[in-house]
């Protein structure tokens, strides 16, 4: 189980230790949220299952959403954690990086640190609703928000909110609102094994505000700051296509398909 005492690289690498047995779980619910899902009428909609493990205690949610009738259905891996009467739900994955090269990608492990203040907020001033358990304001989060964009912070988007909220690195822009989020890399010497990583990265949701929350100064930073998100991402995008490492790549191809977010954005601003 997770204690106090555990690093962010000891508590992946715990949940790494019992990857095949939480495949085995994820893979055996899939039937039954498929056929769940396809008596919906509306849409988008999530589902969760909770397993216990014997090996370490964890009790871990496997959430699977859809975002309508025929989108592929996405599942996700979260654990809970309690520490000194503040709440943090743990979501397992992994992002990937070029090496400093430019002749491979590699996969780096990874953590959305959801706490309890940020869950709660979402509640609040998006959903309106009373009395949901935490995996169901979890849920009603991760089906309404498919996509997410990391945005650059500026002083105009900052004003009045680091003192209010704190330091943070930056503002992720969501379907719903915006998040403000902490994010960095946590990494030793550790030797690297199969089911053993030594380097982990983290984004830590810390509070979540609405469009009408916004100054006008500040949406219009925002804004700037989301058309400079787009421009950045196709110009990176065309500076891949040149790499040999991506000629006859199928990740370029799926870096092709993330240019989706850039039409999402379009969407979440209007």
Request: with cysteine; aromatic share 14%.
């Amino acid at each position: 189980m997770i204690t106090d005492s555990m690093n962010l690289i000891d508590i992946f690498n715990q949940i790494l230790g019992e990857q095949k047995w939480i495949s085995y779980w994820i893979n055996k619910y899939l039937p039954k949220v498929t056929k769940l899902f396809s008596k919906q009428f509306q849409f988008p909609v999530y589902h969760y299952e909770k397993i216990k493990s014997n090996k370490t205690n964890n009790e871990y949610w496997i959430l699977y959403t859809k975002e309508n009738r025929n989108s592929e259905i996405k599942y996700g891996l979260y654990l809970k954690h309690i520490s000194e009467n503040y709440l943090y739900i743990f979501e397992y994955g992994y992002t990937s990086e070029i090496n400093e090269e430019k002749t491979k990608t590699i996969a780096v492990a990874g953590f959305n640190v959801y706490t309890g203040h940020f869950l709660s907020r979402y509640q609040e001033r998006f959903l309106k609703k009373n009395n949901l358990s935490t995996e169901e304001i979890l849920g009603e989060y991760k089906a309404n928000n498919p996509y997410v964009v990391n945005l650059k912070l500026s002083n105009e988007i900052l004003k009045d909110y680091k003192e209010k909220y704190g330091n943070f690195s930056r503002i992720n822009r969501i379907k719903s609102g915006y998040c403000f989020v902490d994010s960095g890399i946590q990494e030793d010497d550790r030797p690297i094994e199969k089911y053993v990583t030594n380097k982990v990265s983290a984004d830590i949701y810390n509070t979540f505000i609405t469009d009408s929350m916004l100054t006008k100064t500040q949406l219009n930073g925002l804004k700037k700051a989301e058309l400079d998100y787009a421009n950045d991402f196709y110009n990176n995008i065309s500076e891949l296509r040149e790499l040999d490492m991506y000629k006859n790549n199928e990740d370029l191809k799926r870096l092709q398909m993330k240019t989706a977010q850039n039409i999402i954005i379009q969407k979440m601003i209007k």
